[in-house]
């Protein structure tokens, strides 16, 4: 073979080797990328569990809330029953208020 078959050939091994490389990526540059996905990947895992953990403080504070409504209402009731004379202790007397 002479010098220009060999430069051929060369060329042509070059060409495909560049297309390949252009296609896939190169091998480094995409375990890079794959690397910054896993990466990414596993700080939107943490932040989903931390908005996790944020949703059952809320949902705790609203049962709390719910207690408190209730506790609320029951003392409103029993300060309506006082006004209207019902609750006060009465002796067995002549049913008079102490």
């Known amino acids: ?24 990526g190169g091998g480094s540059r995409l375990s890079g990328r794959l690397a910054k996905i896993e990466t990414n990947i596993l700080g939107i895992q943490e932040d989903i569990r931390t908005l996790v953990e944020a949703m059952k403080q809320m949902a705790d504070m609203r049962g709390d809330i719910r207690v408190l409504d209730t506790r ?12 209207h004379g019902e609750g006060f202790v009465q002796r067995r007397i002549n049913g008079e208020y102490p």
């Open 1 to 24: 073979m002479d010098a220009g078959t060999w430069a051929v050939f060369i060329a042509a091994g070059a060409l495909l080797m560049n297309f390949t490389d252009k296609i896939f």
């Open 72 to 83: 609320i209402l029951a003392t409103e009731q029993d300060i309506r029953e006082l006004r």
